[in-house]
C-alpha cells in the first residue's frame, strides 16, 4: 500500500484561497499519478483533479473549471492544489491518491485509484 500524506486544509472564508499539498511516504511521487477527491458531508467521494506523471492535467470536476489547479514539485517530491475563489460548497474532506505505479495517465475510470491519505479538511465559511 502507497502511503500519501495530505496537508494544508483548514477554515477559510468564501473567495479565499488555501493550497494544499499531497506527498509520498517511502516512495517518489515524480512517476505517479496524483489524483485529488473531496468528499462532503452526506456526499459521495468525487474526483477533483488529477495529474499524470508528465504533468498534464485532467478536469474531474465542472464545478472547480478556473478556480483550482494541480500540480507537482518533483523536487520537494510533492503535489499541489490551489483553490482560488473558494466557496461554502467547496466544504469537504479532501484526499489525494493515486492509482499505483502501472498508470501514467490520469484514468478515466475512477475506480483505479486504490491508495488514499488520510485526507484534510477544508471548511469554506465566514
Known amino acids: 500500500q502507497l502511503q500519501l500524506v495530505e496537508s494544508g486544509g483548514g477554515l477559510v472564508q468564501p473567495g479565499g484561497s488555501l493550497r494544499l499539498s499531497c506527498t509520498a511516504s517511502g516512495f517518489t511521487l515524480d512517476t505517479y499519478v496524483i489524483g485529488w477527491f473531496r468528499q462532503a458531508p452526506g456526499k459521495e467521494r468525487e474526483g477533483v483533479l488529477c495529474?499524470?506523471?508528465?504533468?498534464?492535467?485532467?478536469n474531474y470536476a465542472e464545478s472547480v473549471k478556473g478556480r483550482f489547479t494541480i500540480s507537482r514539485d518533483n523536487a520537494e517530491n510533492t503535489v499541489y492544489l490551489q483553490m482560488n475563489n473558494l466557496k461554502p460548497e467547496d466544504t469537504a474532506i479532501y484526499y489525494c491518491?493515486?492509482?499505483?505505479?502501472?498508470?501514467?495517465?490520469?484514468?478515466?475510470?475512477?475506480?483505479?485509484?486504490?491508495?488514499w491519505g488520510q485526507g484534510t479538511q477544508v471548511t469554506v465559511s465566514s
Open positions: 491518491t493515486t492509482p499505483g505505479p502501472l498508470l501514467s495517465l490520469c484514468p478515466f475510470d475512477l475506480g483505479d485509484f486504490d491508495s
Open positions: 495529474i499524470s506523471s508528465h504533468g498534464e492535467s485532467t
